[in-house]
Nanobody
Framework: QVQLVESGGGLVQAGGSLRLACVASGRTFSRYVMGWFRQAPGKEREFVAGVSWSGDNIKYLDSVKGRFTISRDNGKNTIYLQMNSLKPEDTAVYYC??????????????????WGQGTQVTVSS
């Protein structure tokens, strides 16, 4: 089993920045595809960013390209989501997710096996 715990959410003004972190435990972090999803009230959960275990395959939601950066530190069993130039429409609960056994980064929630509890990101206008 893999446990994922997110942190780093908070309240920021539009144009501000936050850095989310997700720490994995229970199994080796290596060889897991890791990703970030977000879900606003009344909305479907949507893919934000994902990275393969080796870091050579990265995908982003189109609307966050150039603003968000996903990275991972396998030595710390941690992935990060650096979010810059935040917009009110980025407001959501952000979830960390993991998938074993593949190199391609899934972009749907059904493509992931493990989930964190979520961390709230609120961007005021």
């Amino acid at each position: 089993q893999v446990q994922l715990v997110e942190s780093g959410g908070g309240l920021v003004q539009a144009g501000g920045s936050l850095r989310l972190a997700c720490v994995a435990s229970g199994r080796t972090f290596s060889r897991y595809v890791m990703g970030w999803f977000r879900q606003a009230p009344g909305k479907e959960r949507e893919f934000v960013a994902g990275v393969s275990w080796s870091g050579d395959n990265i995908k982003y939601l189109d609307s966050v390209k150039g603003r968000f950066t996903i990275s991972r530190d396998n030595g710390k069993n941690t992935i990060y989501l650096q979010m810059n130039s935040l917009k009110p429409e980025d407001t959501a609960v952000y979830y960390c997710a993991a998938r074993s056994g593949m190199s391609v980064v899934p972009t749907t929630s059904t493509g992931y096996d493990y989930w964190g509890q979520g961390t709230q990101v609120t961007v005021s206008s």
